[in-house]
């Protein structure tokens, strides 16, 4: 069909010369989104949350234009953002969108691949093999292990704790997938104190029990103590952490996954965002042992900085996985060659390879071992310049977390409060052994020096206003 002679049904679905049309508008806006991103306060004012009630409106009978619905949805959703992609947002742990892997997420939402197969998308399958190849090098892990691109480490240890049950049940005798945990043989599952709390989550999701586990006591860094292990069975889940989300603290792999092994136990690692200090030559003796384990959790929304949603889940014998994900052989496919469905809890999915490919093809190993390590000396500096005000930080700074109390918690509270409306930049709060704190994790590509100095003052400057 010729330019003009598009076929136009009244509802704006109209033909792709007036898609392509759509796509210029929506690159320019979300360009100007993100280059007036280092001009606006970090958290959205309430002038912009107020204007979310425009949403509130009722199923419309009629349709809407769709350059007219891009309009409503940039004009008055944008201003309600966070500013998440911008260089000054330091909440929870949340890695920004890299160039290369929006561009890629553009691509991939226009390309509309099902990622579950090679035959409903061959280049999906292609890019999540090779990202997969690639994370399990760029975290020393053996290149015979296999994994799945997950929606985040909530479901990559989901997936992950999939196949140890699935390994610790074999062994016991008892086909998990097919008879289920009724009458199953127990298992035990063992956690540090400070196990994270979507770890919990994803052991209920399987059957095991959020409080059916055994906490190992932590050290004051929030490190399972390796001098604290119980006796360890055979049909035991030993689940280590590679970076606690508050202090980034690594649980000392090398004294428990040996003992553990030797129990006959499965090791799995929740490393949503310590597993990338495997990437930095300068952090990667954090991580020693780590490699020895069964099974890995990771994010590539958070480090690795691709847009939402990405987790990883790794496996050291891809048999374990697919035992757990696979189902009847025959279901869609008349061949299969360890397709994306037979190592993931999902189906249909999207495509989330060609991003998490892209910034690794983007950064490289150099770039991404510069990115962690400019992430972690841009937290080494908050910690020198939160001290030198004055403020007390709760932690060892050994990666991006950082943790400071501006005195009792209720004072912490209100400089946490005075901050998040401020606007500079934006840190949660948390509680750390008992007391307030306001955490900082800086995983962003887009954070340079200027805007760790300009939060810093600002931080400084309203705790100075409240003490
Ligand atoms: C150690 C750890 N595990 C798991 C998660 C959950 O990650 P997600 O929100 O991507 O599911 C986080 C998030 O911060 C984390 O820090």
Same mark, same amino acid.
């Given at each position: 069909m010729e330019d003009g002679q598009e076929r136009d049904d009244g509802l704006g679905l109209s033909g792709p010369v007036a898609t392509a049309k759509l796509l210029h508008q929506v690159a320019a806006r979300s360009a100007k989104y993100l280059t007036e991103l280092d001009e606006r306060p970090v958290a959205p004012t309430p002038a912009a949350l107020a204007a979310l009630a425009t949403f509130d409106e009722s199923m419309p009978e009629q349709g809407t234009e769709a350059a007219e619905v891009v309009r409503l949805l940039d004009e008055v959703g944008g201003p309600a953002t966070m500013a998440s992609a911008g260089g000054r947002y330091f909440g929870f742990v949340t890695g920004g969108a890299l160039p290369a892997a929006l561009a890629a997420n553009w691509l991939a939402g226009g390309w509309d691949q099902n990622g579950f197969?090679?035959?409903?998308s061959p280049l999906a399958a292609a890019l999540e093999g090779r990202a997969i190849a690639w994370l399990l090098e760029l975290f020393g892990l053996p290149a015979s292990g296999g994994g799945a691109l997950v929606t985040g480490a909530t479901?990559?240890?989901?997936?992950?704790?999939?196949?140890?049950?699935?390994?610790?049940?074999?062994?016991? $005798?008892?086909?998990?997938?097919?008879?289920?945990?009724? $009458?199953?043989?127990?298992?035990?599952?063992i956690v540090g104190e400070e196990a994270h709390a979507t770890l919990?989550?994803?052991? $209920?999701?399987? $059957?095991?029990?959020r409080d059916n586990v055994i906490r190992v006591p932590v050290d004051d860094q929030g490190r399972m103590r390796a001098d604290a292990l119980p006796?360890?069975?055979?049909?035991?889940?030993?689940?280590?952490?590679?970076?606690?989300?508050?202090?980034?603290?690594?649980?000392p792999a090398a004294g428990i996954v040996g003992p553990a092994h030797a129990a006959g136990a499965w090791v799995h690692v929740d490393g949503a965002f310590g597993l990338w200090a495997a990437a930095?030559?300068?952090r990667a003796e954090l991580l020693t042992g780590f490699a020895e384990a069964d099974s890995w959790a990771a994010d590539a929304h958070k480090w690795l900085n691709v847009p939402y949603d990405c987790g990883i889940a790794l496996v050291r014998q891809p048999r374990d996985l697919s035992a757990a994900m696979a189902m009847d052989a025959a279901y869609l496919l008349n061949e299969r060659h360890g397709e994306p469905i037979d190592f993931s809890p999902e189906s249909s999915r999207r495509m989330r390879g060609a991003e998490v490919w892209a910034a690794l093809k983007c950064l490289g190993r150099d770039g991404l071992a510069e990115l962690v390590e400019r992430n972690c000396r841009h937290a080494a500096r908050f910690a020198e310049g939160l001290r030198a005000a004055g403020h007390e930080v709760l932690n060892e700074v050994v990666l991006n977390q950082v943790l400071v109390s501006f005195g009792d918690d209720e004072t912490t509270r209100r400089v946490i409060a005075a901050v998040q409306a401020d606007g500079t930049c934006w840190c949660g709060g948390t509680v750390w052994r008992g007391r307030a704190a306001m955490r900082i994790s800086v995983s962003s590509w887009a954070t340079a020096d200027e805007d760790v100095e300009k939060s810093l003052a600002a931080?400084?400057?309203?705790?100075?206003d409240i003490r």
């Open positions: 197969s090679r035959v409903s479901m990559a240890n989901f997936t992950a704790l999939a196949a140890a049950r699935h390994r610790v049940l074999e062994g016991a $005798g008892w086909d998990v997938e097919s008879r289920g945990l009724i $009458g199953a043989p127990p298992i035990a599952v919990f989550k994803a052991l $209920g999701l399987l $059957g095991l029990g006796a360890i069975p055979a049909t035991a889940i030993v689940c280590l952490q590679a970076g606690n989300v508050n202090s980034g603290a690594f649980d930095a030559p300068e931080i400084c400057r309203l705790a100075a």
